[in-house]
């Protein structure tokens, strides 16, 4: 009997909205680093590695404005120090919520400062971490909540995974980074 897919487990109901950022930049040497952040250790995604952001909320004119809201919050990254160059595909997630993503070149901080309620640390990832195979991986895993245990596709960050709705996001997105669709 073979193991079903994370991607088999049924999506709830009236998804929630919400919105994340994707930042990315060229360090000194030029070359392309994907900003993540790793949730501080409560929550239903505690612990684990995300791009900033979060729900909408209502004075949030556009799912963009949430995106940029939430990582001038979590992270103090300045909307003035963001392009966005792309709305990404929406990832619906099993915690309720439907990701909106956006593709944004930044200009990176000389110190990252974040919430640290919510941010455990930001990390840097370069995009050759995330082309390398070596890195890739799969294995099953049984979490609460889900009915039975599900292969789960992931990427080692150091000593984390990358996994889930940000596995989702950046897995479609590194090979049309490679092929330099946005001038980042």
Not at 6 to 24: G, T
Not at 98 to 122: S, Y
Not at 154 to 167: E, M, N, Q, R, T
Request: with cysteine; glycine share 8%.
């Amino acid at each position: 009997m073979s193991i079903p897919s994370i991607s088999d487990v049924p999506l709830p109901k009236n998804l929630r909205e919400s919105a994340v950022l994707v930042p990315v930049f060229r360090d000194a040497a030029g070359h392309l680093q994907i900003v993540m952040v790793r949730r501080a250790a409560f929550g239903v995604h505690g612990g684990q590695l995300a791009f900033p952001g979060g729900k909408r909320d209502p004075e949030d004119a556009t799912l963009e404005a949430t995106a940029l809201r939430e990582a001038h919050e979590e992270v103090s990254l300045l909307p003035g120090n963001v392009e966005v160059l792309a709305a990404l595909p929406t990832v619906p997630v099993l915690s309720g919520f439907c990701i909106a993503p956006f593709l944004g070149r930044i200009r990176r901080p000389e110190v990252w400062e974040w919430q640290t309620h919510e941010i455990d640390e930001v990390l840097e990832i370069p995009l050759p971490h995330l082309t390398n195979e070596a890195n890739h991986t799969e294995e099953e895993w049984q979490l609460p909540g889900w009915p039975s245990a599900r292969r789960v596709p992931f990427y080692h960050i150091g000593a984390y995974k990358l996994w889930g709705a940000s596995y989702n996001i950046i897995r479609p997105l590194i090979p049309r980074l490679l092929a330099g669709e946005w001038e980042v």
